[in-house]
């Protein structure tokens, strides 16, 4: 007990000059041009982690003294978060119920943009110990499946698959994947990073999480087509944010040819 | 010299000065521990969210993690209770490394603990790959929760038990042999007897830090009801879907923490009492 009030404490004396810190690099950003509030707090879906990181330098090379934060966790996290009042812009939900809660809350500016597409894959260790050549060997008793937690979207849409796949593959098929689940990860790209490391067997990501990084210890199943989803994902100011001007930019800036050629980059489909 | 006249008056600016900003320090830490938890049981009362404490995700959470943290002690307590004696009393090369290597995990951030955990453990891990072999997996077991929780919270109990032992003096454990009891018995008669405050003590901070334990289970571990599972880790997955029900889970685990406090506190009463 006493060791976590210690803690508690020298954790509370960490923040105090960090927040000095930030106050001091925002006047001198002030010399820079733009003055006012320059930071831009953008949260999004973990999936996006890459895309938006390198936008983010982009961004920041063309709005000097602008401090763009990101924090990138699942979207029902991050939903969670703003509705309990987190000081965020933006918010960029890889599914649609996500931000349609969060506009049904007014916690957003305006009308929500889907930016891009993205489709779910199997991935399994490069090794791949548990020999899965197919979407159907999921059923097969003793794999190691992870699967992000209930209600973030990766998750979801996976169970959505695996209904459809009931229908075509015959009874069953749902129920003996998800009685080969061994653990819920927090977001998608935990899930994944299980499956990087070779812990588990098998899990359901997205196209895009078969990043540079992960491409030689992680081997692509693909779903077959007519069972996949089509995740969307919206983006959005949000309305308490107190850089509209720069949230809007975001946004734009996303939603632009530029934007779309990065996020394309990364394996995601263009929205339009 | 006036200092000490103005002292045996007993009135002083400097003394007032110092006994006020010990009050307000004291009121300022209190509150600042006592305004979340009170937030959360307002909360639980306003949203109605007492339902949430009978769901089967809550039961299994808090079943595994009393089944958990039970075996975990069992194993620090027997295994800990020994080796806190020999660093207690024995002298041997390689000590102060021992001694700093107990105490490294309690530094140590529970998400370092738990991926170095999973690279021992893991498939490929240096332990794990052989077991593998043998077709023995840890990681999403109960027994990886066991070692997270064994692995982060050994040290509290060990330190306070070092403590304990060498504050037993040496002569009363000759006494004891002189009058013909053997080793064991003077420590299970004799040394354990008079340093049980110190064990008590130890034994309840090492199981609030391992009811506590979350980055290393979730990284090491996992997370599924009732297999790795636990309160934190339940907490931390509702959240994603049911906010009172992670309200909920945390006001439970609270008073259960309360509780445990109180009754540690009674123990060590009793014990203090009987030394009287």
Request: aromatic share 8%; with cysteine; proline share 5%.
């Given at each position: 007990?006493?060791?976590?009030?210690?803690a508690?404490?020298?954790?509370?004396?960490?923040?105090i000059?960090?927040?000095?810190c930030g106050?001091?690099?925002?006047?001198?950003?002030?010399?820079?041009?733009?003055?006012?509030?320059?930071?831009?707090?953008?949260?999004?879906?973990?999936?996006?982690?890459?895309?938006?990181?390198?936008?983010?330098?982009?961004?920041?090379?063309?709005?000097p003294?602008?401090?763009?934060?990101?924090?990138?966790?699942?979207?029902?996290t991050?939903?969670?978060?703003?509705?309990?009042?987190?000081?965020?812009?933006?918010?960029?939900?890889?599914?649609?119920?996500?931000?349609?809660?969060a506009?049904?809350?007014?916690?957003?500016?305006?009308?929500?943009?889907?930016?891009?597409?993205?489709?779910?894959?199997?991935?399994v260790?490069?090794?791949?110990?548990?020999?899965?050549?197919?979407?159907?060997?999921?059923?097969?008793?003793?794999?190691?499946?992870?699967?992000?937690?209930?209600?973030?979207?990766?998750?979801?849409?996976?169970?959505?698959?695996?209904g459809?796949?009931?229908?075509?593959?015959?009874?069953?098929?749902?129920?003996?994947?998800?009685?080969?689940?061994?653990?819920?990860?927090?977001?998608?790209?935990?899930?994944?990073?299980?499956?990087?490391?070779?812990?588990?067997?098998?899990?359901?990501?997205?196209?895009?999480?078969?990043?540079?990084?992960?491409?030689?210890?992680v081997?692509v199943?693909?779903?077959?087509?007519?069972?996949?989803?089509?995740?969307?994902?919206?983006?959005?100011?949000?309305?308490?944010?107190?850089?509209?001007?720069?949230?809007?930019?975001?946004?734009?800036?996303?939603?632009?040819?530029?934007?779309?050629?990065?996020?394309?980059?990364?394996?995601?489909?263009?929205?339009? | 010299?006036?200092?000490?006249?103005?002292?045996?008056?007993?009135?002083?600016?400097?003394?007032?000065?110092?006994?006020?900003?010990?009050?307000?320090?004291?009121?300022?830490?209190?509150?600042?521990?006592?305004?979340?938890?009170?937030?959360?049981?307002?909360?639980?009362?306003?949203?109605?969210?007492?339902r949430?404490?009978?769901s089967?995700?809550?039961?299994?959470?808090?079943?595994?993690?009393?089944?958990?943290?039970?075996?975990?002690?069992?194993?620090?307590?027997?295994v800990?209770?020994?080796?806190?004696?020999?660093?207690?009393?024995?002298?041997?090369?390689g000590?102060?490394?021992v001694?700093?290597?107990?105490?490294?995990?309690?530094?140590?951030?529970?998400?370092?603990?738990?991926?170095?955990?999973?690279?021992?453990?893991?498939?490929?891990?240096?332990?794990?790959?052989?077991?593998?072999?043998?077709?023995?997996?840890i990681?999403?077991?109960?027994?990886?929760?066991?070692?997270?929780?064994?692995?982060?919270a050994?040290?509290?109990?060990?330190?306070?038990?070092?403590?304990?032992?060498?504050?037993?003096r040496?002569?009363?454990?000759?006494?004891?042999?002189?009058?013909?009891?053997?080793?064991?018995?003077?420590?299970?008669?004799?040394?354990?007897?008079l340093?049980?405050?110190?064990?008590?003590?130890?034994?309840?901070?090492?199981?609030?830090?391992?009811?506590?334990?979350?980055?290393?289970?979730?990284?090491?571990?996992?997370?599924?009801?009732?297999?790795?599972?636990?309160?934190?880790?339940?907490?931390?997955?509702?959240?994603?879907?049911?906010?009172?029900?992670?309200?909920?889970?945390?006001?439970?685990?609270?008073?259960?923490?309360?509780?445990?406090?109180?009754?540690?506190?009674?123990?060590?009463?009793?014990?203090?009492?009987?030394?009287?």
């Amino acid at each position: 007990m006493r060791s976590r009030v210690l803690a508690g404490m020298v954790a509370l004396c960490c923040l105090i000059p960090a927040s000095g810190c930030g106050v001091s690099s925002g006047q001198e950003n002030d010399n820079a041009g733009g003055g006012g509030d320059d930071t831009l707090t953008v949260f999004a879906a973990s999936s996006l982690t890459d895309a938006f990181s390198e936008l983010e330098k982009t961004f920041e090379k063309r709005h000097p003294g602008v401090d763009l934060r990101q924090s990138f966790e699942s979207s029902s996290t991050l939903l969670t978060q703003i509705q309990q009042g987190a000081p965020a812009d933006v918010f960029a939900s890889a599914a649609q119920e996500e931000m349609d809660t969060a506009a049904e809350d007014g916690l957003v500016s305006g009308e929500p943009r889907t930016f891009v597409r993205n489709r779910e894959v199997v991935m399994v260790p490069e090794e791949n110990p548990a020999n899965i050549e197919e979407f159907r060997d999921m059923s097969r008793p003793g794999i190691k499946l992870v699967l992000a937690e209930d209600g973030v979207p990766a998750a979801d849409y996976a169970l959505e698959i695996l209904g459809k796949a009931e229908s075509e593959y015959g009874d069953g098929f749902e129920e003996d994947v998800l009685s080969n689940v061994v653990s819920r990860e927090a977001d998608v790209r935990a899930s994944v990073n299980r499956v990087a490391l070779g812990d588990a067997d098998a899990t359901f990501g997205y196209a895009s999480d078969y990043t540079p990084d992960i491409r030689d210890r992680v081997k692509v199943i693909q779903i077959p087509p007519d069972l996949n989803i089509v995740a969307t994902y919206p983006i959005a100011a949000l309305e308490d944010s107190e850089s509209p001007e720069l949230a809007r930019e975001w946004v734009d800036f996303v939603t632009s040819g530029e934007g779309q050629r990065v996020m394309e980059k990364w394996n995601f489909e263009p929205a339009s | 010299m006036k200092g000490r006249v103005s002292r045996r008056r007993g009135f002083s600016v400097g003394d007032a000065l110092a006994s006020g900003l010990g009050v307000a320090s004291l009121a300022l830490l209190a509150g600042f521990i006592s305004l979340p938890i009170i937030s959360l049981v307002l909360w639980t009362v306003n949203e109605d969210s007492w339902r949430a404490m009978a769901s089967p995700v809550t039961r299994d959470a808090l079943l595994l993690s009393v089944r958990t943290t039970a075996i975990s002690m069992f194993i620090i307590i027997l295994v800990g209770t020994p080796a806190a004696y020999v660093l207690a009393r024995a002298q041997f090369p390689g000590k102060r490394l021992v001694d700093s290597l107990i105490d490294l995990p309690a530094v140590l951030p529970p998400s370092a603990a738990g991926i170095a955990l999973l690279l021992t453990f893991g498939r490929f891990g240096l332990v794990g790959e052989p077991l593998d072999a043998f077709g023995i997996r840890i990681t999403f077991t109960t027994v990886a929760v066991v070692l997270a929780e064994i692995f982060v919270a050994a040290h509290f109990y060990v330190r306070q038990a070092v403590v304990g032992f060498s504050q037993v003096r040496r002569d009363v454990e000759e006494a004891a042999m002189v009058d013909g009891a053997g080793r064991f018995a003077t420590f299970t008669k004799v040394t354990a007897p008079l340093a049980f405050p110190a064990l008590v003590a130890g034994a309840v901070m090492a199981w609030a830090r391992a009811l506590g334990e979350f980055g290393g289970t979730i990284i090491f571990a996992g997370s599924f009801q009732g297999v790795t599972q636990t309160v934190p880790l339940a907490i931390f997955s509702a959240l994603q879907s049911d906010l009172d029900a992670a309200v909920a889970l945390s006001v439970m685990v609270l008073g259960f923490a309360f509780v445990v406090i109180l009754a540690a506190k009674f123990l060590l009463r009793k014990a203090a009492d009987l030394e009287d």
